[in-house]
């Protein structure tokens, strides 16, 4: 693992600049998919899209079953269906993007804790800018955002935060399989949810409402997101400490924001700007 604090390599910064892109222009992606499927029939379809066929051509990393567990149902679970509620109608994609980031601090928080990490006096500087940001966010709502909606994406990050250090554990193994194992023990539950909470005939209705546009939508998810964007941040945070890593995350809401606005005209007003 790289020496606390110092930079990552230049090919490292282009492979988490590249994750966060896909990360924060999927908002509005989400927001599609939305339209036509219950939240957590997306998150069961994302999730279950991860898993097959993929499973069946990578083997399981070497790594515990206890670890593939917790990771699965932490981002399959507690970040996503929560995250995917939440945008159905309780917060905006912008601010989703933006609130969510929560899990910097998190990560960082938890990673000092268990692992000693110390933090650079640059990092504290960029940590409390951002710190300001969300409190702009905490005093103003718009009226597409509620403080449960607001509540849901904070325990979703929290949940995403303790992923983070999960996955950290899994050194030295192909983090695409990781990703696509894990992902077995986000879909029985999230099945069950749906089920519980949505109700089959909200599901059937989803499912014949949805177009070619929805399926993209829901392949992105498992593909762009959850196979590339988790993998490779999962390949990051292995060989770097979080406090280096999980930072590139605050870029997240620039494209969350600005594709929310020009794609759904998502309104911008002077102190989201500030915020972000």
């Known amino acids: 693992m790289s020496a606390q604090g110092a930079a990552l390599p230049w090919r490292h910064l282009v492979l988490g600049i590249a994750v966060v892109v896909v990360w924060g222009t999927n908002f509005v992606v989400i927001k599609e998919a939305l339209a036509h499927l219950p939240a957590l029939t997306l998150a069961a379809l994302r999730f279950a ?48 993007s933006l609130v969510i980031q929560m899990q910097v601090f998190f990560t960082i928080g938890i ?34 955002t509620t403080v449960l909606g607001l509540g849901m994406i904070l325990v979703a990050a929290l949940a995403w935060a303790l992923a983070n250090i999960v996955g950290r554990r899994a050194v030295g193994v192909s983090m695409l399989a990781y990703m696509v194992w894990s992902s077995v023990f986000a879909v029985p539950p999230l099945m069950l949810l749906t089920l519980w909470f949505d109700g089959w005939p909200a599901i059937e209705a989803g499912l014949r409402a949805a177009t070619l546009g929805t399926w993209a939508a829901v392949l992105w998810q498992a593909l762009g997101n959850t196979m590339f964007g988790y993998g490779a941040w999962g390949w990051l945070l292995a060989r770097h400490p979080a406090a280096t890593v999980v930072p590139l995350a605050l870029l997240v809401p620039v494209f969350g924001m600005s594709s929310a606005a020009l794609l759904l005209g998502e309104p911008m007003p002077a102190w989201k700007f500030i915020a972000a």
């Open 111 to 144: 990673a000092m804790r268990l692992h000693r990490e110390r933090l650079q006096p640059y990092q504290w500087l960029a940590l409390s800018l951002a710190v300001a940001g969300l409190l702009v966010v905490a005093v103003h709502t718009d009226g597409g």
């Open 49 to 96: 899209a991860a898993v097959c066929p993929a499973i069946l051509f990578l083997p399981k990393p070497k790594v515990s079953w206890r670890n593939l567990a917790a990771y699965g149902l932490l981002i399959g679970v507690g970040q996503f269906a929560l995250l995917f509620l939440a945008m159905r109608s309780q917060i905006t994609p912008g601010l989703a």
